[in-house]
Each structure stands twice: as C-alpha cells, then as structure tokens.
C-alpha cells in the first residue's frame, strides 16, 4: 500500500433484530479512487452508507477516516473531518434559493456561526464559493430559486454542490442518478467524471453504466457481506457476482 | 411515620397508578397508532366524570351511573373523533396540539354552562363505604382498594385484548408501523375509530371512578392529563407495557413523595425549612424523576418500535 | 408591489398606529384603551420571542408561558423584600429565565416531535406547581405587586403613556433585533435545522447547540415580557405560567402568522381584542374561542400576517 486508505473499515457489523443488515464488512477507499459499492436490492448498501455517514451506530467494527477512529462520531463531527455526502432521496433545504442552500454547507466549514447581527446573504466569504459550487455543477444561472421549484434532476445536482462546498476529502455519494432520465444521468456521470482523481468518491449505485464509467473499484455487496472487491473487468468476470445478478439485467 | 402509614399510601400511590394507567393507555395507543397528539383527552376524563354523577343522581345508583357513562363516554368521544379528529390525523403536531386545545376550551366551557363552575362532590356508593382491614390494625377505604381490583381487571382485559385477539394484532402492528398496517387491507379508519373510542371509554372509566374522591369540576381533565404525558414519556409512546409501568411508577413516587418527604427531609434539615422545601419538592418530584428518565433514554423505557 | 415591500409597509403602519395609541385615548378620554394596547404589546414581546423558535425553529415548545411566570416573580419576590430598582429587577428576570430555558432546554432537546411537547409542557406545569407552593408569596392566589419597578430619571411606570411608551421601544427593538437575528448566520443554521435537520448535521452544523442557544434567547426574551406584565397587571399568580397561557400565546404567534416576526403582533393584538369582545358578549366566551381557534387551525395557518401581506419570499 504505498498510500494510506482514506476509508478504512474494518468487521463492520449491524443488525436489525433477526437481519443482519452488515456482515463484517472490509473496506479500504484509497485516496483519488472512486470506488463503487453494487448490490442487488436489501443487500444492505443504505444501511452500510448509513453507517460510513454517522447516522447509524455499528454494533462492532472500526471506521477509520483520515486515519482517525470515526466510529462513535455523529455526522456533523464527520462532516467537520472532511467527509461530505448526498443522500438516496434529495434531501435539501427547500424553501431556501439554491444559492442559500451552497451558502448554509460553506458556512458550516467557515468560522463560527454564532453570529447574530449581519446577514449572512451579505458575506462574499459565503456567497463566492456557494456560487463557484454551484457553477460547477452546472446550476450556476438557477441561484436564485427556491430549492423546492428545481427540476428533480436540479436537486440532485444542488446536492453534490453541497457536498462539494464543504470542500470534503471524501465524497460519499448514495445512488446519485436515482430518478433521472437518460440525458440528465448522463450529464451527471460526466461531471462527476470530471472530479475522478481529484477527489475520494464512493458511490452507491444501482445504474451499472454510471458504475462501469466511474469506478475504479468495485465492491458488490450481497446480504450485507462484501462477496467481492476488484476494478471493473475482474468483478464482471467473477462468477459469484454472476451468480447474485441471476436475473437482473446488469453486467 | 408508621408502617401502617406507609402500606396505606403505597396503596394509595397504587391506585392513583391505576387511573394514570387508564388514562395513558388509550392515549399512548392513539399516539402511537394514529401520531395524534390529543390534548383533549382530559375532556374525555372530565365528561365520564360528569355523566356518571348526572346519572347516578337520576338512577339514584352509583354503579349504574358508572355503567352508563361508559358507553356515554365512548359514544362522546367516537362523536369527537368523527367531527373533529378525523381532518388532523394528517396534519402535523403543531396543528393538533392547537386545535385539541381548542376543543379543550370548548368542552369546559360546555361543562361550565351545563353544570356550573362550581364542584361537584359526589359521595362514595354505600356497598363500596367504609373501611375494611387488610391486615391488623391497618384500616383501607374499600373504595379505593375497589379502584386497585378494576384497575387490575381493566389491566389484565387489556392484555388479553392486545396479545390474544385479532384486533390488538392490528393494533400492534399500527402501532409499530402504520403504513404497513394500511398498505395490508386493514380498514384504517374503522381502526382508529375504535381505538379513539377504546381510549375515551377507559378515560371515562377513569373519570367516573374519580368522581367520589377527587372533586369534579370543570378544568380537572388537564391537571391529570399533564401527569399522564409524564407517564407517557417515561413509559415510551406507544406501549401498553411503558404505560403500566410508567403509570406504577409517577404514582407511586407522587403519593409517597407528598406524604412522605417532608418527614424525610426534616431528619435532614431543620423542620420548618423542610416545611417549604417539602411540598415544593413533592410536587416537582415526577417531573424530576422524568427528567431523569429522560436524560438517559430520551425515548423511554419502553418504546413501541419506531412507526414510519 | 413587490411582497416585502407591502410586509415592510404593513409594519411601518402598525407601528405608526401603536405609536398613536396615547394620545387618542387622551383625546378621547378612554385610558381603557391605553392599558389594553400596552398589555398586548407586552403579550406581543412574549409571542415573538416563541416565533423565534417555533416559527423559525420549528420548536413547538407548549411551555413557554413559565418565563412569563419567572420573569413576573423576578420583579415582585425583590419588590416584596423591598428591593424595587428596576434594572436590577430586569436583569433577575432575564438572567433567572435564560437559565431554567437552558435547563429545560437542554433536557428537553434530545427529544423531538411528541416527546418535546409534552417534555415541555409538563416542566411548565412543574414551576407552575412550584409557584403554587411558595406560600410567603402569595401561593396559589398569589399577591400583589409590592411597588412598581423603579428605573430613576424620566421613567416612571406610574405615568401610563411613559410606561407604554417604554413597552413600545421594548417590542421595537425586538423586532428590529429579531429580523438581523433570522437574517444572521445563527438565524440560518436555525432555520435550516427546522427545514431539514440531518441536511443541516451533515454539512457539518451540530444543530444541537444552535437550537438550544435559541431556546435560551426566546426564553429570556419571554422573562422580560414578564417582568413588564407584572408592573402592568400590579399582581401576579402563577396563572401567569398556566399551560393554557402557554396555549394563548402560542395561539397568538399561529393567529399572527408564524415565522414572520411581525405576524404574532397582529396576532397578539387580535386575539387580545377577541377575548375582549366575545368577554363582553358573554360569561362563557371560550366556547366561542375554542371552534374558532380549531377553525383558524384548520383554514387560516398563514395568519393575518401572511394574509394581509401575500406569500412571504424568503
């Protein structure tokens, strides 16, 4: 290993009464690598996420993040270490423009908000990097609507935007092309082909085309074990994963 | 400080238990089947108490004024539930918290205009007078051991409701997830119509119980529903078992810490400091105590398991 | 015209009328009315500071009456002993109900939805009973208020219009320190924490802290809307902390419009004025309160506010 994993996850273990929804799983998330995590439906993969994220406590096992244990941290201490995510179902802030919501993630990583007198519309130190963030990903001109009147595809982007302004070390993306047709996913693999490299992804997803593009590993998950890890070609010749797959259309 | 003293009050504590328990168990399942935030249900407690002493003065018969605010109550309560219930089970808490409150203004102020504001003090049924002797020397109003007895009933009926028929299935099951419930056939709304209606009942049993000891007058509902949400909270929402317990548990520590901890306190500091310090305490103790419950299980002891 | 301007007029015009109010009831020599628009105003103190945390926080807090009881007792337990210096008073009565609301406030935080109405209501009832048992001041008949506040100089709450005119400056200030509030950095994270908490935690704001800063803020804020209630009233109970006034004032913020800062005005004034005409109507108006409150809830959760001024933008 010439470089440290950014993600270490060693015999993560949860269970749901009588499921176990995570099955000593072992991760390691390099840094630059977007690795992606596949598995057929009820495999646990949201459950795993939840964990990597802070909102679910592990019955057993280490997540170590930045080399640092993370394991009994909520997700504002994880976010505050430099690990950002988006969730399954769009998650934002609705009634706030697009702007306000790429504003709120830049101010939670920028000095204190126990300010009570200026108007946090008017600091450029917010305003500027919420508006490159946005840019990004495309949203640049819809700053000013309301997060609730974007289109579905808009939101999503608006949720890596967030993430992005966080300036994070590790991007945990779950299923981000959920719900979206083919133009507006397609649009949505290239851009997050453009971070490939310069920033840690991992990434829950179901859409195999995104998977094959995007991943430099894949991890595919089958009743909350990780059955296989490997780049692309050698998951997709591997006969256990064939097996899982059995009638579902995907490699 | 006798311990005769202390088996009466224990069982005083018990039988205030009992009715909390009678209250928190209809309110917990509304809570936990239908998320319904119902301040109202100590107007349920108020209208049973009411209709048993208007009909045990008619009827000149206690228990057959008990026996008639029941259905009373429950038909009162289904009334509530079709009229007025029905458009907030799909609203948020902020606008049932409101709007039961309303109802609460309403039916006291109904009260008021149909019985006064005065209180009504209705006495103890001759069969159920007096005292009898639980043990030698230890004298216990019959009445109010007759509360503990149809409290352990009412208990035991419950349970038996709950765990062996087919609709306290479908009563756990709403209570541990609601749209699963619906999503499998059940008629949703006859449900909560019934489960409202179990809830009012066993308010009015509670209410009409109340009437002989504690004083009947318009208001008397929200004094003891403020208890039944500790009740509730250190029980956990949605479980007949944390109502039990919670109920066992706040009337206990109610009744003996009134009688008792002024006594208590004075062997530590000097006698009229803890006659301020006493009742104050006394009468802080069960939120103290679910302050402390909650502290270390912010869901209780017992929570149903989470509904969606 | 654009909807802020027409909320920023609506404002101005309130607070023209409310600046009025003196000198027509002298004009008209009806002091009545003097003392009914200050006792709204000072209810209008009490309900801003709960939109602070329920409109903008999502906080519903059915306790927030208890800091109207604190702040009341701050002012006539010293004036009882004798000690009438109102800025020390003031300070007791802020000071005391910032720290019972983070007291209750950080219990009652780690629970949300059902459990964190309940929690609160019942800590409410809990000093509500403490009240009751203070028997050298008054139990539960309570007493009356030894002297008025003094704050030396030209203040002098015996002089009605001054003493309006304090509460006026009071609630003005308020409002114009409660709007930089929600604009701030801290109004934001409060806001974002109502709108979508895990969002907020997972861009990294331990919305905690925020809400419970805010819990203490509205708190104090009602403590100094009881302090003023009890130089209003001369006497205080603690009926001051009853749960339905908890009831009433958060009815004021909905009747107002929640979330608007301005709306619980209007609904503070509004509601005040309905007790009073339905009161006059008839011995028994809270059964004419009850369904309109239920039907307001039902048809009107904009409130007045948002009536009268159009959709809010943001």
Not at chain 1, 199 to 220: P, Q
Not at chain 3, 170 to 188: D, E, H, K, T
Request: glycine share 10%; aromatic share 8%.
């Amino acid at each position: 290993m010439l470089t440290r994993p950014v993600l270490d996850v060693r015999a993560l273990s949860k269970r749901f009464g009588g499921l176990q929804a995570s099955d000593r799983i072992d991760l390691e998330v390099v840094s630059g690598e977007t690795h992606a995590i596949i598995g057929p439906n009820g495999a646990g993969k949201t459950t795993l996420i939840g964990q990597l994220a802070g909102d679910l406590r592990p019955d057993d096992g280490v997540i170590r993040f930045m080399d640092r244990d993370v394991t009994r941290l909520d997700a504002p201490s994880r976010s505050q270490l430099g690990l950002a995510r988006s969730f399954q179902i769009t998650s934002i802030f609705p009634e706030l423009s697009a702007l306000d919501n790429a504003a709120l993630a830049v101010q939670a990583h920028r000095g204190s908000s126990f300010r009570f007198w200026r108007p946090a519309r008017e600091e450029r130190a917010l305003r500027e990097p919420a508006q490159k963030a946005l840019e990004s990903v495309g949203l640049g001109a819809r700053r000013e609507v309301a997060a609730a009147n974007l289109a579905h595809g808009e939101q999503r982007q608006l949720e890596i935007a967030m993430a992005l302004a966080t300036e994070p070390r590790l991007l945990l993306l779950d299923e981000p092309v959920a719900g979206m047709g083919l133009d507006e996913s397609q649009r949505m693999v290239r851009f997050l082909a453009t971070l490939k490299g310069r920033i840690t992804i991992v990434l829950v997803e179901h859409d195999m085309d995104a998977v094959f593009t995007l991943a430099d590993r894949i991890s595919v998950m089958v009743y909350g074990r990780i059955i296989a890890t490997g780049p692309p070609a050698e998951v997709r010749g591997n006969v256990e994963v064939r097996r899982a797959y059995l009638g579902e259309d995907a490699c | 400080m006798s311990w005769a003293l202390v088996l009466e009050q224990t069982l005083n504590g018990l039988q205030f238990g009992v009715m909390l328990f009678l209250m928190a168990a209809g309110l917990t399942l509304v809570f936990g089947i239908m998320n319904l935030v119902n301040l109202a249900h100590g107007s349920l407690y108020m209208v049973g108490a009411y209709l048993a002493a208007a009909f045990a003065q008619w009827s000149g018969s206690f228990v057959l004024g008990l026996a008639l605010a029941l259905p009373a109550t429950l038909l009162v309560g289904i009334g509530v539930e079709v009229i007025a219930l029905r458009t907030l089970y799909e609203r948020d808490h902020l606008d049932q918290v409101l709007a039961t409150f309303g109802l609460i203004l309403f039916f006291n102020e109904l009260i008021s205009i149909v019985w006064g504001r005065a209180a009504i003090y209705t006495s103890v049924p001759p069969i159920l007078g007096g005292h009898f002797r639980i043990l030698p020397g230890v004298p216990y109003p019959t009445y109010r051991a007759g509360i503990i007895v149809v409290g352990i009933l009412v208990s035991v009926l419950l349970w038996c409701l709950v765990t062996r028929t087919r609709l306290g299935m479908r009563i756990r099951a709403g209570a541990s997830n609601r749209t699963m419930v619906s999503a499998l056939g059940v008629n949703v709304r006859l449900l909560y119509t019934l489960v409202f209606g179990l809830g009012a009942a066993l308010a009015g049993l509670a209410g009409a119980m109340a009437g002989p000891i504690y004083a009947v007058q318009p208001g008397m509902g929200e004094a003891i529903l403020i208890q039944v949400f500790v009740v509730i909270v250190i029980g956990g929402i949605g479980s007949i078992r944390g109502a039990m317990v919670g109920a066992i548990v706040v009337g206990m520590a109610d009744t003996l810490g009134r009688a008792f901890l002024k006594p208590m306190l004075a062997t530590v500091i000097s006698p009229p400091a803890a006659d301020k310090a006493g009742p104050a305490l006394a009468s802080m103790l069960i939120y103290l105590l679910m302050a402390a419950v909650l502290f270390f299980r912010p869901e209780g002891l017992f929570p149903a398991r989470s509904r969606s | 015209m654009t909807a802020d301007r027409r909320r920023d007029v609506i404002v101005a015009v309130g607070g023209v009328l409310l600046a009025l109010v003196p000198p027509i009831a002298a004009l008209t020599d009806q002091p009545f009315y003097l003392d009914l628009f200050r006792r709204m105003m000072i209810f209008a103190i009490a309900a801003v500071s709960l939109d602070l945390i329920l409109g903008y926080g999502g906080m519903v807090s059915f306790g927030h009456a208890a800091y109207l009881g604190i702040g009341a007792y701050a002012v006539g337990i010293p004036a009882y002993h004798g000690i009438t210096n109102g800025f020390v008073q003031l300070g007791l009565a802020v000071a005391a109900s910032a720290l019972v609301a983070l007291v209750i406030g950080a219990i009652s935080l780690r629970t949300s939805g059902v459990y964190f109405i309940m929690i609160t209501l019942a800590f409410a009832q809990m000093l509500y009973y403490l009240g009751i048992s203070l028997e050298t001041y008054g139990g539960d008949n309570g007493m009356r208020l030894a002297a008025r506040s003094r704050f030396g100089g030209p203040i002098d709450l015996a002089q009605p219009s001054t003493f309006y005119y304090l509460v006026l400056a009071i609630l003005v200030l308020l409002l114009v320190a409660g709007r930089r509030l929600v604009a701030s950095r801290f109004g934001m994270v409060v806001r974002a924490a109502k709108a979508n908490e895990p969002r907020a935690r997972a861009i990294g704001f331990s919305t905690a802290r925020y809400k419970l800063t805010a819990f203490v803020m509205a708190g104090a804020t009602a403590g100094l809307a009881g302090a003023l209630l009890a130089n209003q009233t001369e006497y205080l109970t603690p009926d001051f902390m009853h749960w339905t006034r908890s009831g009433e004032i958060m009815f004021m913020v909905i009747l107002g419009g929640m979330g608007s800062l301005f709306g619980p005005v209007i609904g503070a004034v509004a509601l005040l004025l309905l007790e009073d005409v339905l009161s006059a109507m008839t011995a028994h108006w809270q059964i004419i309160l009850g369904p309109i409150l239920i039907l307001v809830v039902l048809f009107a959760k904009r409130g007045l506010f948002g009536l009268l001024a159009g959709a809010r933008v943001d």
